[in-house]
Structures are given as structure tokens and as C-alpha cells.
């Protein structure tokens, strides 16, 4: 099984900060990662695919660089809607697995 | 409009056994495989298993497999899972997931979710 670590567990920040999460997998996965935000009380929602593809209707300030074991997600100016914790998710292989999540939350 | 409703989530007791439903619209279900991921409380996300388009490839998670029975209906734009044999550590809301295509390797992306069915097991 592949494990996807994602650090830091927790990021204190202010609307307008330059935000950047990272995620490391195991073992290569070449490009084949997601993030995933998820806010209380709603279903997960994909971010980027593909480690640099958009979702279609998500926002410029989101993305998405890496490949192989090291992956980052950046949101360029943090906006008050982007409080919420981030997942990634790779599809290299079976099991599909998710890292542990960073939680994004207001300083 | 994507649109996924889990259904069938409850309260049951350790062994007993609970079938969920998700109702699907605003694609043509047909063409995509659809997961079931999970979420405990405080904890991280879990993918629980996933069935092809025409229903005839399916893969289970190791935590699941030979406990849950994944399935759909085409006709009906439906999906279900099939939980027996509950154990304590399965109690998660359920989420059912439309892939980004029915085409490796973006068959296993989670494009859309739905809401989530709570699924308590509880003596």
C-alpha cells in the first residue's frame, strides 16, 4: 500500500497569505495525485488532478506542482472560503489511499 | 447539474448487516465508475470500494472485502452498497463518488461527491 504523508497537520494563516501544503507518497506515483478540500458537513470537493490539473470551475489561486513522491498545493491569496482541511489522494495503485489531511485554519 | 443522494444510513448493531443507496443525476451514469469512500469521525478519508460503468469490473478495499457488496442498476441510475457483518470500526458517513471518467487512470479520480449517509454501528 502506498502512503501519502501530508504536512503541516495544521496551518494558522490570514485572508490574503500565500498558502503551501505538501504531500509525499511512499513510493513513485508519477503524476497520477488529487487534492481534496472538505469542509464540516459537506462532501469532499476535487481541486486539482493529474498533480497540476485543475477541476474545472476551481479557482486560479489553487495549484498543483510535483511528480514521483513530492507534491505541493498552493493557494496564491488565501480567501475566507478556503478555511478547511486539504487532502491528496493518489490512483497509482490499488489500494486508492488519501494522506492524513492539513487543516487550513484562520490565525 | 451533478447531483449524488446517499441514502439508508442508521444505527445498527455489531454483525447486523445495512444497504445504502445513492440516486444519481445530471450525467449519464451508464458511462462512469462510481466509488464509495469513507469518513469516520476525527479521522481521514477512506476509499471503500468502486464499480466499472457496465458494472462488471469492482474492487474492494482490504478493511471491506468479503464483508461489503458493492452494485448498481443502469436502468434505475442507482447505486448500493451492501454492508454485512458491521463491526464497530466501520461506523463512517459513506459517500458515493462519481470518477472523472470511466477510463484509467481518471476513473480513479473522485470528481463528485455527494452529501454522505452516517452509518452508526453500536451495540
Known amino acids: 500500500e502506498i502512503v501519502m504523508t501530508q504536512s503541516p497537520a495544521t496551518l494558522s494563516v490570514s485572508p490574503g497569505e500565500r498558502v503551501t501544503l505538501s504531500c509525499r507518497a511512499s513510493?513513485?506515483?508519477?503524476?497520477?495525485l488529487g487534492w481534496y478540500q472538505k469542509k464540516p458537513g459537506q462532501g469532499p470537493r476535487l481541486l486539482i488532478y493529474?498533480?497540476?490539473t485543475r477541476a474545472t470551475g476551481i479557482p486560479a489561486r489553487f495549484s498543483g506542482s510535483g511528480s514521483e513522491t513530492e507534491f505541493t498545493l498552493t493557494i496564491s491569496s488565501l480567501q475566507s472560503e478556503d478555511f478547511a482541511i486539504y487532502y491528496c489522494?493518489?490512483?497509482?495503485?490499488?489500494?486508492?489511499?488519501f494522506g492524513g489531511g492539513t487543516r487550513v485554519e484562520s490565525k | 447539474e451533478v447531483q449524488l443522494v446517499e441514502s439508508g444510513g442508521g444505527v445498527v448493531q455489531p454483525g447486523g448487516s445495512l444497504r445504502l443507496s445513492c440516486a444519481a443525476s445530471?450525467?449519464?451514469?451508464?458511462?462512469?465508475?462510481i466509488h464509495w469512500v469513507r469518513q469516520a469521525a476525527g479521522k481521514g478519508l477512506e476509499w471503500v470500494s468502486l464499480?466499472?460503468?457496465?458494472?462488471?469490473?469492482?474492487f474492494y478495499g482490504d478493511s471491506v472485502k468479503g464483508r461489503f457488496t458493492i452494485s448498481r442498476d443502469n436502468s434505475k441510475n442507482s447505486l448500493y452498497l451492501q454492508m454485512n457483518s458491521l463491526r464497530t470500526e466501520d461506523t463512517a458517513f459513506y459517500y458515493c463518488?462519481?470518477?472523472?471518467?470511466?477510463?484509467?487512470?481518471?476513473?480513479?479520480?473522485?470528481?463528485?461527491w455527494g452529501q454522505g449517509a452516517l452509518v452508526t454501528v453500536s451495540s
Open positions: 464499480i466499472s460503468g457496465d458494472g462488471s469490473d469492482i
Open positions: 489522494q493518489q490512483y497509482k495503485n490499488w489500494p486508492l489511499t
Open positions: 513510493q513513485t506515483i508519477s503524476s497520477n
Open positions: 445530471g450525467f449519464t451514469f451508464g458511462d462512469y465508475v
Open positions: 463518488v462519481k470518477a472523472h471518467s470511466g477510463i484509467y487512470p481518471n476513473s480513479r479520480i473522485f470528481h463528485y
Open positions: 493529474g498533480a497540476s
